[in-house]
């Protein structure tokens, strides 16, 4: 019975969890912290195995978003479960072109000066 319990319990916060997801607010991080705690508490006193907990995830995981974890991490639009090719050509140019260095340059002259300077001391 305490059994069942725990895991309708794990599956409330893994779905509370999953709700949050993505957002970025301390919700996300509490319902992620709690989770993990839940499932650390489960393993310690062994009511329920690791296999079993991983399968309960899947699962809620499965019924929350439509697909697999691994099929959710292969996604590379996240947002919406589907997936989307991505526009590369922006790509194309050269990072170096595409972002210029935000430091100043350095100038013939300013070497010079740096180096006598060195000498100097």
Known sequence: MTQINSVARLRQLVRSYYKASDSGTDK???????ANGFIEALLM?????????????EKEHL????MTREARSNSTD???????ERDWEKF???AYMRRPLRCRKKTATSDLEASRSLKNH
């Open 45 to 57: 006193t062994t009511r329920i195995t690791k296999k079993q907990i991983e399968e309960v995830i």
């Open 78 to 84: 996240k947002t919406n479960g589907r997936f989307v």
């Open 92 to 94: 194309d140019e050269p």
């Open 63 to 66: 019924d929350f978003f439509g």
């Open 28 to 34: 996300e991080y509490e319902f992620k912290g709690r």
